[in-house]
């Protein structure tokens, strides 16, 4: 039979070894839980602090590269309406300007943020501009052409990535953010685990 100093003993011991345990864990932790595709830092478009990607794992969401003077650039309103209407489910529009397709992107930061949002009103993460094609491509956009097997070949080109952090459709520049098949692959994505 144990008295109580032992089981307080024993007790203090475990509570010893599982904070040691603790301390001695990776301190990446929630790094740990973010899918490779969202392990990338990149500036943010208003003011070019860095963000860490990781911040959207479990959450679905749209990637496009945007540029402000194409033909596509209306587009900017449907895509805020898509993220209004379904964040409240885990859905986030993640936008990356980009001059890569017709010197369309010509602006800096200050800009485009600012055209985005007089404009457009957008409201929905936007990232500094970056190369989205080629060899130049950012690593994040890298991996997303890897994963769909297709890199942007213009503007506005849009990637659906999944709770899990994995591409799950690839949609051309011209799909129109309200595009019933767009719109349908999003639910099915978002009614997913």
Not at 84 to 96: E, I, K, M, S
Not at 143 to 165: C, I, M
């Amino acid at each position: 039979m144990r008295t109580p100093w032992k089981q307080a003993a024993s007790a203090a011991f475990l509570l010893l070894v599982v904070m040691t345990a603790r301390a001695d864990a990776p301190k990446d932790g929630p790094k740990a839980l973010c899918a490779p595709l969202w392990q990338k830092t990149v500036p943010r478009l208003q003011d070019d602090k860095p963000q860490n990607l990781c911040q959207f794992s479990g959450k679905v969401a749209l990637v496009v590269n945007t540029a402000s003077y194409c033909g596509f650039t209306n587009q900017y309103e449907g895509l805020e309406k898509i993220h209004a209407r379904y964040q409240g489910r885990g859905f986030v529009v993640l936008g990356f300007p980009s001059n890569d397709f017709g010197q369309q992107e010509p602006g800096n930061s200050k800009q485009i943020a600012d055209f985005c949002f007089n404009t457009y009103g957008v409201k929905f993460p936007m990232f500094a501009k970056s190369t989205v094609s080629g060899s130049a491509a950012s690593p994040f956009y890298k991996e997303l052409a890897a994963q769909s097997g297709t890199p942007p070949r213009w503007n506005f080109h849009k990637y659906l990535v999944d709770r899990k952090g994995s591409v799950v459709a690839s949609f051309s520049g011209e799909m129109l953010p309200e595009d019933p098949r767009l719109v349908a692959s999003i639910e099915k994505t978002l009614r997913s685990p």
